[in-house]
């Protein structure tokens, strides 16, 4: 069983930087990959940005060249670098992982998930 915890949400004015954390535990270092997907009000889960187990990784159009998804060296903390902040990022941003070579860029792709941090972005 994966356990998943974010943290680092908050509120900021556009143009602004955060950077969300996950730590993973309870899990088996070997064919796990993440990702970052958030939720806005009345709209659908979608992915920002995953991390393949050999490192790859694949971001929304939304957010390329103004987020960065990484893990440390032990895997067991995924980071989400958001830069250059716009209203549109406001959401609740969720971390989740599977066991899976390559990284999925759908909801359904992943079984762990965790409980969310919610990032807002004023004008």
């Known amino acids: 069983q994966v356990q998943l915890v974010e943290s680092g949400g908050g509120s900021v004015q556009a143009g602004g930087s955060l950077r969300l954390s996950c730590s993973v535990s309870?899990?088996?270092?070997?064919?796990?990959?993440m990702a970052w997907f958030r939720q806005a009000p009345g709209k659908e889960r979608e992915v920002v940005a995953c991390?393949?187990?050999?490192?790859?990784?694949i971001y929304a159009d939304s957010v390329k060249g103004r987020f960065t998804i990484s893990q440390d060296n032990t895997k067991s903390t995924l980071y989400l670098q958001m830069n250059s902040l716009k209203p549109e990022d406001s959401a609740k941003y969720y971390c989740?992982?599977?066991?899976?070579?390559?990284?999925?860029?759908?909801?359904?792709?992943?079984?762990?998930w965790g409980q969310g941090t919610q990032v807002t972005v004023s004008s």
């Open positions: 989740a992982a599977d066991y899976r070579w390559n990284c999925g860029t759908y909801r359904g792709a992943y079984d762990y």
């Open positions: 309870g899990y088996i270092p070997s064919g796990l990959s």
């Open positions: 991390i393949s187990y050999p490192g790859g990784t």
